[in-house]
T-cell receptor, first 112, second 114 residues
Framework: LAKTTQPISMDSYEGQEVNITCSHN???????ITWYQQFPSQGPRFIIQ???TKVTNEVASLFIPADRKSSTLSLPRVSLSDTAVYYC?????????????FGQGTTLQVKP | EAGVTQFPSHSVIEKGQTVTLRCDPI?????LYWYRRVMGKEIKFLLH????????ESGMPNNRFLAERTGGTYSTLKVQPAELEDSGVYFC????????????FGQGTRLTVV
């Protein structure tokens, strides 16, 4: 399973766009890139998943360059309630058992 | 649709005692996972059930931990006897299939061993 590297923490202000970049140099051909969000005292929550190029849903966008060695989670116009830990995970190809490998995540602090 | 539920939400036990954690996955989800986070560390995989069968238990720390999923519905994770280093938050997650990375997590059980 590919190892991921992401910033430990980030600060932002309400209304700004936040971009969190994750490096995954050893990503395998059949690996997907997935982001989870975790609030204090809760379990992680799936945000978005992608394989290549760009994926967008009602919560976020995920940008993946052609070499797939990195990815960027983009949160448009963050609010205080977006303060959480964001995890980048790589894996879950068809040959994978499905277990998730969490890194330390990025703690995003949104300020008023 | 009910989410993944875990019971209890908190448990405080003395070293040497036994504790059993329960997880009810989302109905219809064959895949059930246990994870835990000990203080200051990352969330770590413990094991994976497909229905009632253990698919991968490579993350179980030692034989004091026993997970079961009789009937392929809810699962229990028993720690016996509990040690101080077992303190942490235990998460359960379920997914419909293992190729889909969208696993749904419960709120977790915070276990404190004193």
């Amino acid at each position: 399973l590919a190892k991921t590297t992401q910033p430990i923490s980030m600060d932002s202000y309400e209304g700004q766009e936040v971009n969190i970049t994750c490096s995954h140099n050893n990503i395998a051909t059949n690996d997907y890139i997935t982001w989870y969000q975790q609030f204090p005292s809760q379990g992680p929550r799936f945000i978005i998943q992608g394989y290549k190029t760009k994926v967008t849903n009602e919560v976020a966008s995920l940008f993946i360059p052609a070499d797939r060695k990195s990815s960027t989670l983009s949160l448009p116009r963050v609010s205080l309630s977006d303060t959480a830990v964001y995890y980048c995970l790589v894996g879950r190809g068809s040959s994978n058992t499905g277990k998730l490998i969490f890194g330390q995540g990025t703690t995003l602090q949104v300020k008023p | 649709e009910a989410g993944v539920t875990q019971f209890p939400s908190h448990s405080v036990i003395e070293k040497g005692q036994t504790v059993t954690l329960r997880c009810d996955p989302i109905s219809g989800h064959d895949n059930l996972y246990w994870y835990r986070r000990v203080m200051g560390k990352e969330i770590k995989f413990l094991l994976h059930f497909v229905k009632e069968s253990k698919q991968d238990e490579s993350g179980m720390p030692n034989n004091r931990f026993l997970a079961e999923r009789t009937g392929g519905t809810y699962s229990t994770l028993k720690v016996q006897p509990a040690e101080l280093e077992d303190s942490g938050v235990y998460f359960c997650a379920s997914s419909r299939n293992r190729e889909n990375t969208e696993a749904f997590f419960g709120q977790g059980t915070r276990l404190t061993v004193v």
